[in-house]
């Protein structure tokens, strides 16, 4: 099986280098591609006019001539040998031109990430400034675009200190002092320029609540319309439904299809709507059923509608249980670094299918997979194929001093505001996280994590909060202080590196003062450089057993799914820290094939029937760990080469239920494969 993982790498890596991206929207110019790139070491490219107009002789293949040099935006400088280690402040610039009409128009430009600082001048005039690199933001260009030749510079800086965040952590010890893994600068993300009428749509926040009794569900909308013009506006503000290409038609008499409202000039009002769906138009998501839909809301005098997509499902974390669509899951999956050899954090859409591939093709369904908000191309896969995440704006190992600091809140709630209002629509985001590895039993930590979850809970009151506790926090003598940051948990979640013994007493701790509260083991792992993969093996298997007894762990998350680039202390001489279940090239280790079927929801068995030629087949549904109830899967079997001979719909299993199949004319050699409903191969025996 091991070989499948590699062809799996192959194929898409052919699929990432070949097939064509999705196209825009209207209203939507990518500002991607070509760019002119510079290093400023000394810091002088402000003093030397970098930020204004410059002459088309300088522009595309011609600044080479004028010292700049050439680069393709998403662009990640830190993967590049000519400025691998780099740190500080670089330059981009680009001439585009715009022929449109800016009368009656509004404009705008939005970044999906820059990494860290940035500064943007447009023709000449300062844009605006933004800190934090990994998350969304956008500027109003309105008084610094022109028709024809636009140019736009960008400086940006990758450098750290004790106020960034994340950054340098204040302590005593040299490696307090060290980015925690590698600053990968640039503009790794994508760049729009955005056009719409005088009053639009800036955001909108979609809360679908089911009632899984009857099945139905109500939509609730908010919409934050905006108007930049100097009259009053009234708009009509329509929604429209759509799942899978067909339209869906909500319960006229109880919904607000249509409203209308009275918009001030220079203003921003919030408009609350709500759709009722019937039974037969609610499809819930789940991880192995991700149903999503579009909602399409449309503002009178503006011809491009605003698209959002969304998914409905009831998440709640109960008596010590994890509930999806009311029924209790306990599932496992892998953190995942945004490092790779080829584009450092440029998490594209070809990375994020070939790493989801691998990551869900070894059963893996849930995960903070990162310490960082991670890209919407990784988010919109998981929400379209089934991955549920615990998102994590930059609060690693924050120290109690730098907690205290206004400057250092201030920079969190903003990265934190940016993340949640870029993914408070995701039926794939189930649970906030206020940061990991602080120092959660101080006061200082007890103060953060009560004023970060009050916040979040401001923005979004639909997703569970919790925070990714360093194992000390679980300690008897760490719990039993008043200032216990636990308790501000829907959740928990800790991190546990040493023996499957000493996690189950940090876990039983846990239970003995939470009963109620659910466990998630976010992190837990070996290295490859420490450990042979037998070793890693025996372990991972060990915290399998141990799992298997705690009804109240609801999950398993592996430190990490990829090696990935740090100059943190210990760190192996290649440059990489070896966690990994694959290499920094996707070459999976022995350990992931071992996962995928300690992970598998299900175990199969084939037995030799009393009758010649024919074969029982006993499929049973996990009662331990992991387990959920499995519908829509599928046994196929195939021949040696993989042509399928034959296929059975499987019913429905709740956890400990089991099917018993007898099957004719098999021939040895006829492999047995559980399909899930994502067409992922879940199980494998061979006859």
């Not at 003995?512 to 992190?523: G, H, N, Q």
Request: net charge negative.
């Amino acid at each position: 099986m091991m070989k499948s993982f590699r062809n799996l790498h192959f194929l898409l890596f052919f699929t990432m280098v070949f097939c064509p991206m999705a196209v825009a929207q209207s209203g939507v110019t990518s500002l991607n591609g070509t760019w002119n790139f510079a290093l400023d070491p000394t810091q002088s490219g402000e003093s030397l006019g970098w930020p204004k107009p410059w002459s088309h002789s300088e522009s595309d293949t011609n600044a080479y001539g004028n010292g700049w040099d050439i680069v393709q935006v998403p662009h990640c400088y830190s993967i590049d040998q000519r400025y691998e280690g780099y740190i500080g402040k670089v330059w981009y610039r680009k001439m585009f031109k715009y022929e449109g009409d800016i009368r009656d128009k509004h404009l705008r430009i939005r970044f999906e990430a820059v990494f860290y600082k940035c500064r943007i001048w447009l023709n000449g005039l300062l844009v605006g400034y933004h800190e934090g690199g990994y998350t969304p933001f956008e500027f109003d260009l309105v008084s610094q675009l022109q028709k024809g030749n636009n140019y736009l510079a960008i400086e940006v800086d990758n450098s750290w200190d004790h106020t960034t965040v994340p950054g340098a952590r204040l302590g005593n010890y040299p490696s307090d002092l060290l980015y925690p893994w590698w600053e990968y600068g640039g503009i790794t993300r994508d760049v729009k320029l955005i056009e719409t009428a005088r009053v639009y749509v800036v955001k909108q926040k979609i809360e679908a609540i089911p009632d899984l009794k009857k099945g139905t569900a109500v939509v609730n909308v908010k919409t934050w319309i905006r108007n930049t013009g100097n009259a009053r506006a009234t708009v009509d503000c329509r929604l429209s439904l759509e799942q899978n290409g067909s339209p869906i038609s909500p319960d006229k008499k109880n919904s607000d299809i249509t409203k209308s409202a009275q918009v001030p000039p220079a203003a921003m009002l919030v408009l609350e709507q709500m759709l009722s769906l019937p039974a037969e138009q609610v499809s819930l998501w789940h991880f192995e059923h991700p149903a999503l839909y579009l909602l399409s809301t449309s503002l009178s005098g503006d011809n491009a509608p605003h698209i959002e997509r969304f998914g409905i499902r009831k998440v709640e974390s109960r008596h010590g249980k994890l509930m999806l669509n009311g029924q209790a899951i306990r599932v496992g999956g892998a953190n995942r670094h945004a490092d790779h050899p080829l584009y450092g954090s440029a998490d594209n859409e070809a990375l994020a299918k070939l790493d989801m591939n691998i990551i869900k093709n070894a059963n893996m369904n849930f995960a903070r997979l990162n310490h960082t908000p991670t890209s919407t191309a990784f988010m919109d896969w998981c929400d379209e194929h089934g991955f549920m995440v615990i998102s994590e704006p930059g609060n690693w190992q924050i120290s109690p001093q730098q907690m205290s600091d206004p400057v250092i809140r201030g920079k969190f709630i903003s990265q934190m505001t940016e993340l949640i209002e870029r993914d408070w629509n995701r039926p794939s985001v189930v649970a906030w996280s206020m940061g990991n590895e602080y120092a959660s039993w101080t006061v200082e930590g007890d103060a953060w994590t009560a004023e970060m979850t009050s916040i979040a809970k401001s923005l979004d009151n639909t997703r569970l909060i919790t925070f990714v506790s360093i194992g000390g926090a679980g300690t008897k003598e760490n719990l039993e202080v008043a200032h216990d940051s636990f308790r501000y948990c829907d959740f928990l979640c800790i991190n546990t590196y040493g023996s499957a013994k000493g996690a189950s007493n940090l876990l039983e701790n846990l239970h003995a003062k939470y009963p109620d509260k659910a466990v998630f083991i976010a992190e837990f792992g070996q290295r490859a450089d420490q450990h042979s993969e037998e070793e890693r093996i025996a372990y991972f298997t060990e915290m399998m057993k141990m799992v298997r007894q705690k009804e109240y762990v609801i999950g398993t998350s592996w430190w990490s799914y990829n090696d990935y680039r740090s100059r943190y202390p210990g760190t192996h001489v290649n440059g990489y820290r070896p966690w990994g279940l694959v290499s920094p090239d996707r070459e999976p280790r022995g350990l992931l094939q071992v996962m995928k079927q300690e992970y598998a929801p299900m175990q199969m068995t084939l037995h030799k029937s009393d009758k010649e030629g024919r074969v029982k087949v006993n499929i049973l549904a996990r009662e331990d760990y992991p387990s959920y109830t499995l519908s829509g899967y599928t046994l196929r079997m195939s021949d040696a080469n993989g042509t399928e001979i034959k296929q059975i719909e499987l019913k429905t299993l709740a956890p400990g239920e089991t099917i018993d199949l007898e099957l004719d004319e098999i021939k040895k050699g006829t492999v047995f494969s559980i399909i899930s409903p994502t067409t992922f191969n879940v199980l494998e025996e061979t006859w």
